[in-house]
C-alpha cells in the first residue's frame, strides 16, 4: 500500500506540476532568410526569442565562394545578434551560419541564406538642372504694396525729422 501511495504522489507530482521548456527559437531574420537582394545590406540582424547572453555566441556571413565577408563585429543587444558586413561584391547565395546561447539553455545553432543580386544595369543619373524663377506680371500686387510701405516709410521718417526740429527749435 505504501508503494501504491508513493508511487501515486510521483506521478501526480511529475504530471500536475508546471514543465516550462525553455528552447530559444529564431524569431526573425534581416536580411529575410531566402531573399534576393538587389541592394547589399550593411549589416546581419538575428532576432531570438530569449534573451542572449553576451559572451560565446558566433556569427559568420560567407560568399558564394566561401569566403568571410562579415567584419566580425558581433554585437548582441537583448535578443538581436548584429554583425556587421564588408561591401558585398559578389552576386550569388550568401550563408549566415550562427551559434548563439541563452542562460540556461541549449544553443541555438543554425544556417539560413540570402541571394545577392547585383543589379546588371547600372543607370547613371544625369543632373538636370533647375530652372530659376523670372520676374513675372504676377508680382505687381506684392511690387506695389512693397513700394506703398516704402513711400509710408519715407513719409513718417520726414514727418518726424520735421517734429524734432520744432521741438529742438522751442528750447
Do not use: C, W
Amino acid at each position: 500500500m505504501k508503494r501504491i501511495t508513493a508511487a501515486a504522489m510521483v506521478l501526480g507530482i511529475f504530471f500536475f506540476t508546471s514543465h516550462t521548456a525553455f528552447a530559444n527559437s529564431l524569431v526573425a531574420t534581416s536580411p529575410i532568410a531566402g531573399a534576393t537582394l538587389q541592394s547589399a545590406p550593411s549589416a546581419v540582424t538575428i532576432t531570438t526569442e530569449i534573451p542572449l547572453m553576451d559572451i560565446g555566441n558566433e556569427v559568420t556571413v560567407t560568399d558564394p565562394k566561401g569566403a568571410r565577408v562579415d567584419d566580425g563585429a558581433l554585437t548582441i543587444d537583448g535578443i538581436n545578434a548584429v554583425i556587421g558586413l564588408r561591401q558585398l561584391v559578389k552576386t550569388g547565395i550568401y550563408s549566415v551560419n550562427y551559434s548563439l546561447f541563452a542562460e540556461n539553455d541549449l544553443p541555438l545553432i543554425g544556417k539560413f541564406t540570402f541571394n545577392f543580386a547585383e543589379p546588371t544595369v547600372v543607370a547613371t543619373v544625369v543632373p538636370k538642372p533647375t530652372p530659376t524663377p523670372t520676374p513675372s506680371g504676377d508680382n505687381l500686387g506684392t511690387t506695389v504694396f512693397v513700394l506703398g510701405l516704402l513711400a509710408a516709410a519715407l513719409i513718417v521718417t520726414v514727418a518726424l525729422s520735421l517734429y524734432a526740429r520744432k521741438l529742438y527749435r522751442e528750447r
